[in-house]
């Protein structure tokens, strides 16, 4: 079903390649928009923009790159521009995730799970705000957790990052209101993605959510109709609850 709710609307998705991001991809090109894929593997990323291309008829591109890095956000956003025409949609959704105590998490791990979850956020809304600005429109997903709003062991680093993402987001959206961009933060409950997989295999995956079940949140957020909610921070927990492993 193609709902074209969002045509002529371009789209920069940051962790398009899988999970999450992949579906939010996916979606956003369902409702007509065109999509940017970036992500740091190559595979992936390609993957997710030809299968919008060829199956779905959309209108996608693979970008290559780490969002830790400000060159490779700037010239990605750059060829987006180039290619599909100025952004009106940034996702956010890039990240990782650090399940280790406190005092053997080392400076460089810290640093790590910083860069990639805040970091990256900042330097990409950097490098499209001032697109939305100058057309007085725009909406900015960035994706933080449950764990951005509370505490638990053994992930400080992770915890730490995502309620900056949650801080970042509501400073952000207050800011620019003036100028009709809408900025919000998701924070998912346990999701059913290979990132989960890796780090707790044997946990028990009864009630938790599917990527799909956040790309519909976040392209909602996207939508007209969704116009009054910005600077907020939306929970997205299903019947899940944390993990603490």
């Given at each position: 079903m193609i709902f074209l709710e969002l045509t002529e609307k371009v789209a920069f998705v940051s962790g398009g390649g899988r999970g999450i991001g992949r579906e939010t991809c996916f979606l956003l090109a369902k409702h007509g928009a065109k999509v940017a894929v970036f992500s740091n593997n190559q595979s992936e990323s390609d993957e997710t923009a030809n299968y919008i291309n060829r199956e779905l008829?959309?209108?996608?591109?693979?970008?290559?790159?780490?969002?830790?890095?400000?060159?490779?956000?700037?010239?990605?956003?750059?060829?987006?521009?180039?290619?599909?025409?100025?952004?009106?949609?940034?996702?956010?959704?890039?990240?990782?995730?650090?399940?280790?105590?406190?005092?053997?998490?080392?400076?460089?791990e810290w640093d790590f799970v910083q860069d990639v979850n805040i970091r990256g956020v900042y330097l990409c809304a950097r490098a499209v705000v001032p697109q939305m600005r100058e057309k007085r429109d725009g909406v900015i997903i960035n994706l933080s957790s449950i764990w951005g709003t509370k505490g638990g062991p053994d992930r400080s680093a992770?915890?730490?990052?995502?309620?900056?993402?949650?801080?970042?987001s509501k400073a952000l959206?207050?800011?620019?209101?003036?100028?009709?961009?809408?900025v919000n933060a998701v924070c998912p409950g346990p999701v059913d993605t290979k990132m989960m997989e890796d780090l707790a295999p044997d946990v028990n995956k009864e009630n938790w959510l599917q990527p799909i079940d956040l790309a519909n949140v976040i392209v909602d957020l996207c939508l007209p109709k969704m116009k009054a909610v910005t600077a907020a921070a939306i929970e997205a927990f299903g019947n899940g609850r944390p993990v603490n492993l």
């Open positions: 008829g959309g209108e996608a591109i693979s970008l290559i790159g780490d969002v830790r890095k400000e060159d490779d956000i700037n010239r990605a956003v750059q060829e987006t521009q180039e290619k599909l025409g100025s952004i009106d949609i940034l996702i956010n959704n890039a990240g990782v995730m650090l399940l280790k105590p406190f005092h053997e998490t080392s400076v460089e992770y915890i730490a990052s995502k309620y900056a993402v949650i801080g970042f959206g207050e800011e620019l209101k003036p100028y009709k961009i809408r």
